[in-house]
């Protein structure tokens, strides 16, 4: 049986981890709101690129001269899996569900008999990938250092992944993140990024274009760029869902540190009565031997 | 016959502009071209130059530094990387740009060293056509 002063002490030390979750939920709640602005506000550059893009590769998609980052390298060997992930914790299973999906692709794709590799955006990620796949790692990208994400980064990213392209290190790329659906819910996802997912519905209206200069010029301006769009909405999405992600597990634990101060105060009254019938009996005992 | 088209200016952060506009000069990556209502449908690449819009007699200038327009006949979509406003573009800014376009030369060889080139002399040329 815990002395009362070790249950006050329990007391105090739970109740000053609600005030930080709860500290911590409210600053998830306000940065959720920015994050969700920003990726609402980067949609429509997206929605355009992926519809010029549409238009352009229906039309491109099948000359032989058309772009490897369009067409793929023919080959399906090399699998580059970039695993963008957040640079802190404390967001529930935020990273962990991003990581199970990598694993559990880069396992099926190392049984197939692929060779894998593995970029990972966010501290958090490398750290979990590390421990089952050191040797696949090829790097890893740092954000810690940035506040705010701004297109700047996902296009340095995207220069990375080009760089290796041209090198020829692999031939399919896919991104994994978490889509935000809502505060409670998101979604581990994927993107293939190389040869570019061309968005189908976008193909739709069919425009006819005169291209200045030539198609295939544009196309090789418009690819890498299109793969910086597409990285830096994975980058938006995923850090709206860190956000939310968080905000819920703070608010389970700032609820989870209620009921326990909750049930403490009640172990405390009652050894606290306890004690006191304890010293009544005795007192009463005593004057009785008397 | 449409007396006036939807102008739209996105960069990737962000939507700047979206308004009714009578006309729009562009420049193109072949050379400048304005832009009105029915217009025949182009896409054309951006090379760093001013972007002048014309509406109900009002006027925007928005100093941008590459990317793509969609020219419809009733719409003009600008997909931009980088805009700045034209009253807030100064020469040092420009001179950042070209800075950048310099490493760029530096770093690239062949075919992608001339267009690097290319935009590096746009730089320089827009850097001069800028008031101190």
Redesign the interface.
């Known amino acids: 049986m815990p002395s009362l002063k070790d249950l006050k002490n329990r007391i105090e030390s739970v109740k000053s981890t609600r005030k930080i979750t709860k500290a911590m939920q409210m600053v998830a709640a306000a940065k959720l709101r920015r994050a969700q602005e ?1 990726a609402v ?2 949609r ?3 929605e ?2 992926q519809s ?1 893009l549409g ?2 590769a229906s039309s491109a998609a099948d000359s032989a001269s058309a772009p490897k980052l369009l067409s793929g390298t023919g080959a399906d060997d090399v699998h580059l899996l970039i695993a963008a992930t957040s640079e802190r914790g404390l967001c529930g299973g935020f990273n962990s569900s991003i990581v199970r999906l990598v694993r559990a692709e880069a396992n099926r794709l190392t049984e197939s008999g692929k060779t894998v590799k593995i970029l990972t955006i966010g501290k958090k990620g490398r750290e979990q990938l590390k421990r089952d796949f050191a040797g696949a790692m090829v790097g890893h990208v740092d954000l810690s250092g940035h506040r705010r994400i ?2 700047q980064n ?1 296009r340095d990213i995207a220069d990375d992944v080009l760089n290796r392209f041209e090198g020829g290190e692999f031939d399919v790329a896919t991104i994994y993140f978490s889509r935000f659906k809502s505060v409670i819910s998101q979604e581990p996802s994927a993107q293939r990024l190389v040869p570019a997912s061309v968005d189908p519905s976008a193909e739709g209206e069919r ?7 030539g198609e295939n ?2 196309l090789a ?2 690819l890498p ?1 299109a793969l ?2 597409q990285i ?1 909405t994975a980058l938006l999405e995923n850090a709206a869902s860190e956000q939310g992600a968080r905000m819920t597990a703070m608010d389970n634990a700032t609820r989870n540190a209620g009921d326990m101060i909750d049930k403490l105060t009640i172990i405390y009254n009652r050894s606290r009565q306890a004690a006191i019938t304890k010293e009544l009996i005795e007192i009463i005992s005593g004057a009785e031997a008397l | 016959m449409a007396s006036s088209m939807r102008f ?1 200016l ?6 700047l502009a979206s308004v009714l506009a009578d006309a729009v000069d562009i420049p ?3 050379g400048e071209m304005t832009a009105m209502p029915d217009h ?6 951006l090379r760093p130059g001013f972007l002048k819009v014309r509406a109900d007699g009002s006027k925007a200038e928005y100093m941008v530094t590459g ?2 327009v ?1 020219i ?1 006949d009733s719409s003009v ?1 600008v ?1 931009a ?1 980088t805009v700045v406003p034209a009253e807030d573009a100064t020469r040092e800014q420009v001179a950042r740009f070209a800075e950048a376009a310099e490493t760029e030369v530096a770093n690239s060889s062949g075919s992608d060293r001339d267009l690097a080139e290319k935009r590096l002399g746009e730089f320089r040329a827009l850097q001069s056509a800028l008031p101190r």
């Open positions: 920003s506000s980067a429509p550059y997206a355009q690129m010029v238009n352009l701004g297109y996902a425009n006819f274009y005169e291209y200045e200069p010029e544009i301006e418009l760029r910086a769009t830096f | 739209e996105v960069t990737p952060e962000k939507s193109g990556a072949e025949a449908s182009v896409l054309t690449t990317g793509f969609e419809t979509t997909l990387e």
